[in-house]
């Protein structure tokens, strides 16, 4: 299992595809506010699409004092097409209310007390910890999930159970990078379906556990 050198040689290839677009919003604003919004509202959606919900909301809320000032109707306007755009515009609407008064005005850098807003999922509690605050923790999409099956380094049928395999498996210096080089590995190689694995930079190091047809 060569872990090192994986990661080593993805890590020089993800510069050549387009970076997940919470990694680019750390990249030109730095912002919490805008990580976290960006990561609930990315669920179900393409980055395409989120990037113009993010655009348009953010020019009408670039804070949570103006973002609690729109209404539910405002906010759905705004976010759409985003999946599940109504339930997101009314976690939306509550959260700087809550941050005010379950957080004293501060996002939480904690897994465990992100999971408790209205729309954070452990997935999206481990992105905001990483990329908004630079802490150790593994988001674990669908894409990380196959490729690391795929690979052999783990047996997991879950997000979740990936997550604590990796917990175990990967050196902690890997984990913040865990999600961008691989999102974006999945999203232009090692796709879902007929991987392009003539084209694959670990092809050396993979197992190909559970591919079918290639190209």
């Known amino acids: 299992m060569e872990i090192d050198k994986v990661f080593e040689i993805l890590g020089k290839e993800v510069h050549k595809w387009d970076v997940p677009l919470i990694d680019l919003i750390k990249v030109t604003t730095d912002d919490p506010y805008k990580i976290l919004i960006g990561t609930i509202l990315s669920a179900r959606t393409s980055d395409v699409t989120n990037a113009k919900a993010c655009k348009r909301l953010f020019e009408k809320a670039p804070n949570f004092d103006a973002l609690e000032k729109l209404s539910v109707k405002e906010i759905e306007e705004l976010i759409y097409p985003v999946g599940f755009y109504i339930t997101k515009a009314k976690h ?112 050396e190091y993979c197992n190909r556990v559970g591919v079918g047809k290639t190209r």
């Open 92 to 203: 939306l609407k509550v959260l700087p209310r809550i941050i005010r008064e379950e957080f004293n005005g501060k996002i939480p850098d904690t897994i465990d007390e992100l999971v408790k807003i209205p729309g954070v999922g452990r997935k999206t509690a481990n992105l905001v910890v990483a990329v908004a605050f630079n802490k150790p923790a593994l988001c674990i999409d669908v894409h990380c999930n196959r490729i690391f099956n795929r690979l052999g380094w783990i047996k997991t049928k879950t997000p979740y159970q990936t997550e604590m395999k990796l917990r175990e498996l990967l050196p902690q210096k890997y984990w913040i990078m865990t999600n961008r080089i691989f999102v974006a590995f999945g999203q232009h190689l090692c796709r879902p379906l007929s991987p392009h694995c003539s084209l694959c930079p670990i092809s």
